[in-house]
């Protein structure tokens, strides 16, 4: 695990994007793994600005998405589709074609679980996986669980990212309690991880992903186990690393 500590999240959003345009540049058909929610914003405007300036193609590529609440439709303005779509991909040359996402509209979990498990196989797995990271170490939506779940499944959210997804609505019960999420075989399936986070908020969190005990009790904290995941964190998010572990920064 390579961790890289930028001044600041702009910073952040520049770094990433640079390895995200070099993946895309190497493979052009890459599949790119992605993620919604604040951490990837500056990374994708970043992208964004580099397809702007003709230095990204995009036409290539494919996308698969982490997760979807279910119960939105993908116009809901709180859906990660519709995340997507105005923080990426209407800005970029991607085929919406191309883009994949679990449907939150889909009442049988079985069925979209294994739905959505099949779109990745016949994509050939995910090139790179771009990651946040939750309070409580989820990454897509595995919330810590007992044990490590493998394929696409159907996650009772918990109270703590339940309210931390409360600002995004006009009321409580607004709020998803249920989303559909990659599994953690899947992310790990990954050739590349690229794990972004920032804010003082995420500092005790990355440093047990980091340096902590490898356990479903914190999910993220298995990204020890790939053998090629970056993480890029602003000095802030990177702070109790930086304190009591800085062996593990590059640099
Ligand atoms: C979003 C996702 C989540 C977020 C995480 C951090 O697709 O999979 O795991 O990455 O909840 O969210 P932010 O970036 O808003 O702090």
Known sequence: MRVIVTK???????????????????????????????????TYKNLIKK?????????????????????????????????????????VNIKMENTNIPDGTEPDAAKECARYDAVIKALGGVDLQLLGIGHNGHVG???????????????????STIDANTRFFEKKEDVPTQ??????????????ILLVANGEGKAEIIYKMVA?????????????????????VDEAAAAMLKEKAPEYIEG
Do not use: W
């Not at 595995?142 to 499944?153: H, Q, V």
């Open 51 to 91: 397809y702007e300036n003709g230095d990204l193609d995009f036409s290539r590529c494919y996308a698969a998405n982490l997760d979807e609440y279910v119960g939105l439709t993908k116009d809901n303005d709180q859906s990660y589709a519709y995340f997507m779509y105005e923080n990426l991909f209407k800005h």
């Open 212 to 232: 902590g005990e490898i356990t479903p009790q914190v999910p993220a904290s298995v990204l020890q186990l790939h053998n090629d995941v970056i993480v890029v």
């Open 179 to 192: 989303a559909y999420t990659m599994g953690i075989k899947t992310i790990m399936s990954a050739k590349k």
């Open 8 to 42: 600041d999240y702009e910073d952040l959003g520049r770094v990433a994007a640079n390895i995200i345009a070099a993946q895309v540049t190497l493979k052009p058909e890459s599949v790119l793994g992605l993620a919604t929610g604040s951490s990837p914003i500056s």
């Open 141 to 159: 939506f595995n919330e810590p669980a007992d044990c490590f779940a493998k394929g696409t499944n159907i996650i009772n959210l918990t109270q």
